[in-house]
């Protein structure tokens, strides 16, 4: 289906919501104008740093291990981190930078080992979530999702939907999938031809909760609205065509939001830049302006500024806190969709710039 792109209209307009004082911001006509197609870096890349959702984006893609990927240790072992990469692939999207670094992560992302180590072998595992999610991002590229690392990745997809228009895992450790899985599932699949399938659809659209908000997992005896989830759900149910189950999800949200103008998740009384980061984006694409810029103040009142060091400035720190190298990277891959305000049915690299700006602070005389 073919969609208009607010979200890029509004991230430019308002661009100069932001941390007072800290920063340079680009005027509000350089800052609106779409991303050039040159592939060659800017020589004054300060042109587009003042832009703190690529300035975030930046210093997300300096984080990757060898420009490609991003790891994680567990008990002293490193493993691929395939999910935290593919949230950079959409973030570079978002913001329409590192495009050198998002085909790398593609590439990356492609090679067998890496994409069966995430998405399963497609026998004695698969999980609909990572699929949907890899599906996705190869969508969000512009390279074949039938043939991504030698498998149809829609196809595969497709064959993980239950009669009840679920989509689960195939996988000997149980299943896993929940509103995510599913969300992602038909964001991905309604960029296919044959689009998503209306009985997975309608199961999205009846988990909703009696407040009108949506859980995070099915089939519990109680509903239990979430934001992240919320977010989620509602973006795939406005793609693919149920906007009424869609507003009563944004009302949701909108009055769910703390007095700060973030998100917190399961009932939490303090707000995250990951939860604001996916309910900004939601509320801006969807057009809620006040609420979403709200939410987008907050990620900005995160983000870290010229007093810090030249290394950690442009990233968003995950809470009041302040700056914490454990969870900023997943924090500003998740916080920089709320900053552009594309949702995932609109999300593209077509037209992004190759390089990774920095977040431009004046000198001192």
């Not at 329409?96 to 995430?118: M, Q």
Request: contains cysteine; proline residues 5%.
């Amino acid at each position: 289906m073919t969609l208009t792109r607010p979200g890029r209209r509004i991230a430019a307009l308002f661009g100069g919501l932001a941390l007072a004082g800290t920063a340079a911001l680009i005027p509000s006509t350089a800052a609106a104008a779409p991303p050039t197609t040159d592939t060659t870096p800017p020589a004054n890349v300060s042109v587009l740093s003042g832009n703190r959702t690529q300035a975030a984006a930046g210093w997300l893609a300096r984080q990757l291990v060898d420009g490609e990927r991003f790891e994680t240790t567990f008990d002293g072992v490193t493993y691929p981190d395939q999910g935290l990469t593919i949230d950079a692939i959409f973030a570079f999207a978002a913001a329409g930078v590192a495009d050198g670094n998002g085909a790398k992560a593609t590439t990356w992302l492609a090679r067998p080992e890496i994409l069966s180590g995430y998405i399963g072998d497609g026998t004695t595992n698969a999980y609909a979530g990572a699929t949907a999610k890899t599906l996705l991002a190869a969508e969000v590229r512009g390279v074949d999702p039938t043939s991504f690392g030698g498998v149809d990745l829609p196809a595969r997809l497709r064959s993980l939907q239950k009669p009840s228009g679920r989509f689960t895992d195939t996988s000997p450790w149980g299943d896993y999938s929940n509103a995510f899985s599913q969300s992602l599932a038909l964001l991905a699949l309604d960029r296919t031809p044959a689009g998503a399938p209306a009985a997975a659809v309608d199961f999205l659209a009846d988990a909703h909760c009696a407040d009108g908000g949506f859980p995070l997992d099915y089939g519990l005896s109680t509903c239990t609205s979430d934001a992240d989830s919320t977010a989620m759900s509602v973006q795939a149910l406005a793609a693919t065509g149920r906007h009424q189950e869609a507003a009563a999800g944004l009302n949701w949200l909108a009055s769910h939001q703390l007095s700060d103008g973030g998100f917190g998740t399961g009932g939490a009384t303090t707000s995250n830049a990951n939860s604001t980061g996916l309910a900004a984006q939601a509320l801006l694409s969807s057009w809620r302006v006040i609420p979403g810029l709200a939410a987008r103040h907050f990620l900005t009142e995160r983000q870290v500024g010229c007093s810090a060091s030249t290394a950690t400035r442009g990233a968003i720190a995950y809470d009041a806190g302040g700056y914490n190298p454990a969870t900023a990277t997943r924090a500003t891959a998740q916080a920089v969709l709320g900053l552009a305000g594309t949702g995932f049915a609109d999300l593209s690299s077509a037209g992004a710039h190759r390089n990774a700006p920095t977040l431009h602070c004046p000198t001192t005389p």
